[in-house]
Nanobody, 122 residues
Framework: VQLQASGGGLVQPGGSLRLSCVASGRTFSSYGMGWFRQAPGKEREFVATISWKGGSTMSDSVKGRFTISRDNAKNMVYLQMNSLKPEDTAVYYC?????????????????WGQGTQVTVSS
């Protein structure tokens, strides 16, 4: 299984970005997917997860600003990020869960993408 994240870039505070992640393999729809991020000098942190059925959980720091979604026909998972803040600056990683449901722990994910840089700055 390979995951390819894209869509990062430089955006001003208050702006929006949509991250995309495409997964290889035929069983994408059976697995939970997640987004994590890692800022310089900090540990990787949970951002969002979506189950195989589409149920989602967001971290408190992004709740109300970010939305996770998936398109099983395209093997894609998305992270819509609105009202971006400088503290959202990080490398964002998509990941495939070990089961139909992911959670907030990185250990529940088996496969990881290469990451895409998001920089929020004026």
């Amino acid at each position: 299984v390979q995951l390819q994240a894209s869509g990062g870039g430089l955006v001003q505070p208050g702006g929006s970005l949509r991250l995309s992640c495409v997964a290889s393999g035929r069983t994408f729809s059976s697995y939970g997917m997640g987004w994590f991020r890692q800022a310089p000098g900090k540990e990787r942190e949970f951002v969002a997860t979506i189950s195989w059925k589409g149920g989602s959980t967001m971290s408190d720091s992004v709740k109300g600003r970010f939305t996770i979604s998936r398109d099983n026909a395209k093997n894609m998972v998305y992270l819509q990020m609105n009202s971006l803040k400088p503290e959202d600056t990080a490398v964002y990683y998509c990941a495939r869960a070990r089961s139909s449901y992911g959670d907030r722990s990185a250990s529940s994910y088996h496969y990881w993408g290469q990451g895409t840089q998001v920089t929020v700055s004026s």
